[in-house]
């Protein structure tokens, strides 16, 4: 075999892993923001020796290693351990837009596709608008990296396919997007050969990742997901946003929340995925459901929706970028068809469609990128017997979708996005920072660029600046915590609230009064830093238990204070009868001692818990471990090593 025919293009987005050496990074969406310093905080934390079980930085005490966003356990991410972290981002997007574009490529010749439908299929896996657009939420991407190879491995034959099968499903589950895991692991079943071989390799892959699966199940179930409706249905594709499949970018209601920028394929590729996908029906029906799935909430349907989903599935664009994906592989065998003289009805009517979504749109990038090849192919379907024709039609829609997708990779340069300095210095040097929920505007200004996010530190730029930040961006928040900082939220009358999250700190724009008892210490860019002089302290020591309709009293006075990612440390004495607060996240795997004796802490408002206490010194020590670390890190790794004995079993007998 010739060396172009074994090695395809799949190998084109490894040339990312060099743009550091001339200074740019991947930088879309919320690579920079939230990605990039979750990652660093990972590695500092691994590298260190210490445990990444809670990020004290974040959500008052937020939950680490049962988020897999982290990937605290996913092998690719550990790049950030030896790299800088330009570098390692940037490895870390190539590799996996790689390794999703072999795999695709390899499905599609099992599907029967030709050398040049291969060469299709890897190109528009790398550079699909769809596709591209997961570039800026890293998870996804990583993912849905792994699921062709689910699918592959779930239709070998052999001994090797269970340990196979669990070593891909392991891998996309610390990939880290659920959701896209669960439609990978329900495809994989659906294809498989031997069905009883794929649910063992499942579930020896489920049990390989126990260790994290559980704490995250323990996460979601005291999250907010299923009470946050409004989030929930942020984001869908609205009926006319399919468009988007033909000509980039079609014009959008104002103020539309975007979740996936770029639906495009072209009309081109598009008809080859269609025509691939008609010979195996089933892949039609599916990708159908999924899309109509992603746009129910657009029709009035958000309520059977969120029934559907459970109120588990944030985003319904997610869907859109699923059924897209599974037409994929179908490309290659489409193409097939369309050089044979077939699907001149479908061309012609996908063509006609892009020329007319081009007529309405006014810009002339668009007439280029989906005008062009949609005109060449009407033209082609008109002369079915010119095969160079057809063949030209491939080649132009292929590279339409290539220049329409490098601008959803937003290379910059390195120093733009990475700050040197902290933009709140002030506040870095301890205490939580308060920021209100942004308002639509709000939303809009921070949308501007990088910099307005570290004025108002969204995300995990926080990490980078030194802050520690009240509330979340994590995709789960604690259900007692949203609460507390949705009442936080409705202003001054809400004072108590605020004072109880240990915030010392607020940020506020500009031309918004200073609240009482608080005083203006910075000003930058619009936002000014205001320090709380009421706030209370992570622990402190109060007169009566916690109640918001009564002014906090001192009880007694916290002498020590020490928290990190694995306990929370403090002495305080009173002279009376008193009652400590503790203001952290109440997740599930915190256990509390006083004095050295266990003791359990009462619930109180929001976040806040309480202890009663008698006069004199004592000594608080909290310990957080992931809930069932210990049971399940042990069947994690019997399930581990029972996945290489059986892959190197396997490779005796062969």
């Known amino acids: 075999m010739r060396r172009p025919e074994r090695f395809g293009l799949w190998w084109v987005p490894l040339t990312l892993a060099f743009a550091p050496l001339v200074g740019l990074v991947p930088s879309h969406r919320d690579l920079i923001d939230y990605f990039a310093p979750m990652r660093t905080l990972t590695a500092d934390l691994i590298g260190a020796g210490a445990a990444p079980w809670i990020n004290p930085a974040n959500g008052c005490g937020e939950v680490w290693f049962a988020n897999p966003q982290t990937a605290v356990l996913y092998p690719p991410a550990w790049l950030h351990l030896v790299l800088p972290g330009p570098w390692a981002l940037a490895c870390e997007v190539a590799v996996h837009l790689a390794l999703l574009s072999l795999g695709v490529g390899l499905i599609a010749r ?80 659906a294809v498989a050969r031997d069905r009883l071989r794929a649910l063992a390799g499942v579930g020896l892959g489920t049990a390989i990742v126990s260790v994290q699966l559980a704490p995250f199940l323990v996460w979601v179930a005291e999250g907010d997901r299923g009470g946050s409706a409004a989030w929930l249905l942020r984001g869908a594709v609205a009926p006319a946003a399919w468009g988007g499949l033909v000509v980039p970018g079609p014009v959008a209601s104002a103020g539309r929340m975007v979740y996936a920028e770029s639906l495009f394929l072209g009309a081109p590729i598009l008809m080859c995925a269609l025509l691939g996908a008609w010979r195996r029906r089933w892949v039609l029906v599916a990708a159908g459901v999924l899309a109509l799935l992603a746009t129910l909430p657009e029709i009035g349907a958000g309520g059977l929706f969120t029934t559907l989903t459970g109120g588990l599935v944030r985003y319904p664009s997610r869907f859109a970028l699923a059924a897209i994906s599974m037409l994929l592989p179908a490309v290659g065998v489409g193409a097939e068809d369309w050089l044979e003289g077939r699907g001149r009805w479908l061309a012609t009517v996908l063509a006609l469609l892009a020329l007319i979504v081009c007529a309405v749109s006014t810009h002339p990038w668009r007439w280029w990128i989906a005008g062009v090849p949609a005109l060449l192919m009407l033209v082609a379907a008109a002369t079915p017997k010119q095969k160079l024709l057809r063949v030209s039609v491939l080649v132009v829609g292929t590279i339409a979708i290539v220049v329409a997708g490098v601008q959803l990779v937003d290379l910059r340069p390195i120093g733009v996005v990475h700050a040197d300095t902290s933009t709140w210095p002030e506040a870095a040097s ?186 004199g010194g004592h000594d608080l020590e909290g310990r957080y471990r992931p809930p069932f670390l210990q049971v399940t890190g042990i069947f994690s790794g019997c399930a581990l090593l029972a996945a290489l004995f059986g892959l190197i079993r396997a490779r005796r007998m062969s």
């Not at 890293?138 to 699918?151: D, G, K, Q």
């Not at 007169?543 to 440390?569: H, I, K, M, Q």
Request: net charge negative; with cysteine; charged share 20%.
């Open 110 to 189: 099992d599907l029967g596709a030709s050398r040049f439908g291969r060469t299709m299929v890897e190109v528009t896996a790398w550079s699909a608008g769809p596709i591209l657009f997961t570039v800026g939420v890293l998870n996804n991407l990583e993912t849905l990296a792994w699921i062709p190879w689910m699918v592959l491995v779930s239709r070998m034959k052999g001994h090797r396919a269970v340990p196979l099968l669990a070593g891909a499903t392991a891998l996309g589950w610390l990939g880290g997007e659920p959701q896209l895991w669960a439609m990978g692991v329900v495809l994989a079943f």
């Open 430 to 615: 301890g205490g939580r920072v308060y920021v209100p929920t942004p308002a639509e505007d709000v939303m809009r200004w921070l949308a501007t660029g990088i910099e307005a996010r570290r004025l108002w530190p969204v995300g995990y730029l926080n990490l980078e600046e030194g802050l520690t930040v009240a509330r979340t961006d994590a995709p789960v928040a604690h259900r007692r915590l949203a609460s507390h900082i949705a009442i936080t939220d409705e202003g001054p009358a809400n004072r108590w609230w605020l004072d109880a999250l240990a915030a010392e700190w607020m940020i506020l724009p500009v031309g918004e009064g200073v609240p009482d008892s608080m005083e203006v210490v910075s000003s930058r860019g619009g936002m000014r830093l205001l320090r709380n002089q009421g706030a209370l302290t992570i622990v402190s020591v109060g007169d009566g238990p916690p109640d918001p309709t009564l002014p906090w009293s001192p009880g007694g006075r916290v002498t020590a204070l020490e928290l990190d990612t694995t306990s929370c440390e403090a002495a305080f004495e009173t002279s009376t009868h008193a009652w400590l607060w503790i203001s952290l996240t109440p997740v599930s795997g915190w256990r509390w001692k006083l004095d050295g004796r266990p003791v359990e802490l009462k619930q109180g408002p929001g976040i806040v818990q309480y202890l009663e206490v008698s006069p």
